[in-house]
């Protein structure tokens, strides 16, 4: 079925656009008021990292997680994300958040202490993931930010593009519809690293432990920059794992993902048996495959379901199907107080429901090839005057600024629909404001922040400007969603239940892990 044939479903049954589900997880490091990475601990205040609901930390002790719960509304949604820095904000003393992806000043990769999660077996499990992490990639590479944006097609909006159907049928047609949106997304999802992308610059002292060939350009003191970058984060700087280069994990159903996957967390490596798991009784990572666990897996779009206690996730997907996506190759938005904005959260709603209603034929190997060239030449020189992309394996090519317009063509369309089911015209606006960013690239995250720090000479000093005025704004105001009683009582709350989690441990952890990789050899 055409996107039009589709589209026109959706027009007779506008109703079904409301119950989109929405979920945001924002990464930021504490730092210090002079801009260098916090030595802190996670804060008491904020409770147990491995069991708060809403704030959690990811590779380091001081890389904050925020996590909202899925909203049907964007209003609701961003609403939710500011009370969490709020509450965050209010317990950080003289610390601050550091406003962009790229990490802030590291002297030596020592400073980074590993996320703690307490004394359980799942704990330490989580604590010694991120050491193999650290020897395996370095920990500067695991302290850059980004923002993760999960989503979900209502029930009634399979209901009206499939019709009736018993459940086994309805789950694995809305399995094969979340992967045609994987595909799409990785054909077109250059788009948000164009449009969103901000980290075209770093610290020198990041290359300092990371190292690159790339041909950087130097601003003041060691601000490095390239200057048609839209997003470092998302190129061979970034998140790259080059012993995943080997793997084909494919897009074109369920079984062919979770085949590839589970091969993927099999598959020795040579390299990393070099690092050695158990050395002289203490633990370097959890094993020497390619994978430690499926979440060592990079990828900027990953099908989802949520696991129940103890499952894997490739388990949930089997069990259940796939429930939703996370999209995760947002940088942080520097020019939000939360790192993300209204109208982001807007064209990725249209962005992934057209993704969802167009076409998505099965992609061959040498076609994957060619839209992850098309994404790494967008994130190191995206916007490059006249830049063209590959549209397929045959070597036709067509300019990023063209191709943009035929995409935002059929947004529009979309758009209209958006805003009649839910009033007003801020889907519209949404889409007229982005389209214009084609025509003129300096309207784009990346431009703008490239500007500032070239006019300020400095990546830190940018940094710091906004962090402060951030900390000001969100910790002045007065919640929106939640409440700072809510707030206490959860942090309370989930200190008690990693209590409980650390006595119900009925084995050491030899035999802990032991049991959790038991089915892989």
């Not at 002790?61 to 820095?85: K, R």
Request: proline fraction near 4%; charge should be negative; glycine fraction near 8%.
């Amino acid at each position: 079925m055409e996107f039009a044939q589709r589209l026109q479903l959706l027009a007779d049954n506008p109703a079904v656009l409301k119950g989109i589900g929405r979920g945001l997880e924002r990464e930021s490091l504490r730092i210090s008021p002079e801009g260098k990475l916090s030595a802190k601990p996670h804060p008491s205040a904020l409770g147990s990292a491995l069991t708060h609901k809403w704030v959690t930390t990811d590779f380091a002790e001081s890389l904050l997680e925020f996590i909202t719960p899925v909203s049907h509304s964007v209003d609701e949604l961003m609403a939710q994300l500011e009370d969490i820095h709020r509450f965050t904000f209010h317990h950080l003393g003289d610390e601050m958040l550091w406003p962009l992806s790229m990490p802030c000043y590291v002297g030596d990769e020592d400073d980074i202490v590993l996320a703690q999660y307490g004394n359980s077996n799942v704990g330490r499990m989580k604590t010694l993931y991120r050491e193999g992490l650290k020897r395996r990639y370095g920990s500067v590479m695991q302290i850059i930010s980004g923002v993760h944006f999960n989503f979900s097609l209502p029930e009634s909006l399979w209901d009206v593009l499939f019709g009736e159907q018993s459940q086994e049928e309805r789950q694995a047609s809305v399995s094969d519809a979340y992967f045609g949106v994987i595909r799409n997304y990785y054909r077109y999802g250059w788009m948000i690293p164009y449009l969103f992308g901000a980290s075209p610059a770093l610290c020198g002292s990041f290359l300092n432990q990371a190292g690159s060939k790339l041909p950087f350009e130097t601003v003041g003191q060691g601000t490095k920059y390239l200057p048609y970058a839209t997003s470092l984060r998302l190129s061979d700087l970034g998140y790259t794992n080059s012993a995943q280069s080997v793997l084909r994990i494919g897009f074109n159903g369920i079984d062919q993902y979770l085949d590839g996957l589970r091969s993927a967390i099999r598959t020795p490596s040579e390299e990393f048996a070099e690092i050695g798991v158990k050395v002289d009784g203490e633990y370097r990572q959890l094993n020497t495959n390619v994978l430690q666990i499926e979440n060592e897996l990079y990828a900027p779009i990953r099908p989802k379901r949520v696991a129940k206690s103890g499952e894997k996730p490739s388990e949930a997907l089997s069990r259940g199907g796939v429930e939703y996506i996370e999209v995760r190759s947002l940088d942080v938005n520097p020019f939000s107080p939360v790192g993300m904005e209204e109208d982001q959260v807007r064209f990725l709603d249209l962005f992934l429901i057209w993704c969802a209603l167009s076409p998505s034929p099965d992609m061959t190997d040498c076609e994957l090839s060619c839209w992850r060239e098309n994404w790494n030449k967008v994130v190191l020189e995206g916007r490059k005057p006249g830049l063209t992309l590959r549209i397929g394996c045959d070597g036709e090519e067509l300019t990023q600024r063209e191709w943009g317009h035929r995409v935002f063509a059929e947004l529009r369309e979309l758009a209209e629909l958006m805003d009649a089911a839910k009033g007003g015209d801020a889907y519209k606006k949404c889409c007229t404001k982005l389209e214009g960013w084609f025509d003129d690239p300096s309207q784009t995250f990346s431009a703008r922040i490239l500007e500032e720090i070239k006019a300020k000479q400095s990546i830190g000093t940018v940094g710091l400007d906004h962090a402060a005025s951030y900390k000001k704004a969100l910790a002045g105001n007065e919640y929106r969603f939640y409440s700072e009683a809510q707030f206490a009582e959860e942090s309370a709350e989930s200190l008690l239940r990693q209590k409980a989690v650390e006595e119900g441990d009925t084995v050491d952890f030899d035999a802990f892990l032991a049991d959790y990789f038991k089915d892989i050899r």
